[in-house]
Structure formats: structure tokens, C-alpha cells
């Protein structure tokens, strides 16, 4: 499986943007697949996860007032809308997919960087 994310990039505060990962040879090994980011000087954290089989969604409690992850099985894309960014989402954004309860595989990430 080989992800690839895009859709980053600077974006004034306030705005809004939407994230997409390519997975390419997807199996069915691969139940869901999530959002993370990694800030300036901080650990990676999860935002956000979809289930590809049924489409159920959780939230890190941080986001969910603001992000939403979606699917689309047809052509194995999921994505992260990030409405009224702030400059703390500053950071890299990686999709992953979960394959046997691990988050097996990683896209190289993508940069969003939020001006105030």
C-alpha cells in the first residue's frame, strides 16, 4: 500500500482547507485509515479516523469541532477538511492506514502552515 497526501501549503488563519490521500493498492487487509500531524516541536498526534467498510469517524477531542474525514471507496481516497484554521495546526499532516490493529503504512506528509 502506498499513500500519497496533498492539498498542503500556507493558508491565512481563518480559512479553510481540505487534505487528500491516494491510496494506492489498497487490500482489504486495510480496515481504516486516519489523519495525523506532527507541530513544530511536538510528537505526532491522531486527528481523526474513518472506517472504510461502514464509514464510522472518531475525533481526537482537540479537532472535532473543526476537522472532518471522509471517504470516497471508489477511488481510495480519504480525506481532511480543516475548517477556521489556526496557526497551532501549523505542522506536517500524514495519512496512514491501519492494517491489524497497526498503523502500518504512512504517506510522506504533507505541509500546512497557518498565518495569523
Known amino acids: 500500500v502506498q499513500l500519497v497526501e496533498s492539498g498542503g501549503g500556507p493558508v491565512e488563519s481563518g480559512a479553510s482547507v481540505t487534505l487528500s490521500c491516494q491510496a494506492f493498492?489498497?487490500?482489504?487487509?486495510?480496515?481504516?485509515m486516519g489523519w495525523f500531524r506532527r507541530a513544530p516541536g511536538k510528537e505526532r498526534t491522531q486527528l481523526a479516523r474513518?472506517?472504510?467498510?461502514?464509514?464510522?469517524?472518531s475525533y481526537s477531542g482537540s479537532v472535532k469541532d473543526r476537522f472532518t474525514i471522509s471517504k470516497d471507496n471508489t477511488e481510495n481516497m480519504v480525506y481532511l477538511r480543516m475548517a477556521s484554521v489556526k496557526p497551532e495546526d501549523t505542522a506536517v499532516y500524514y495519512c496512514?492506514?491501519?492494517?491489524?490493529?497497526?498503523?502500518?503504512?504512512w504517506g510522506q506528509g504533507t505541509q500546512v502552515t497557518v498565518s495569523s
Open positions: 493498492e489498497r487490500t482489504v487487509s486495510i480496515t481504516d
Open positions: 474513518i472506517t472504510w467498510a461502514t464509514g464510522y469517524t
Open positions: 496512514a492506514a491501519l492494517e491489524d490493529s497497526h498503523w502500518r503504512y
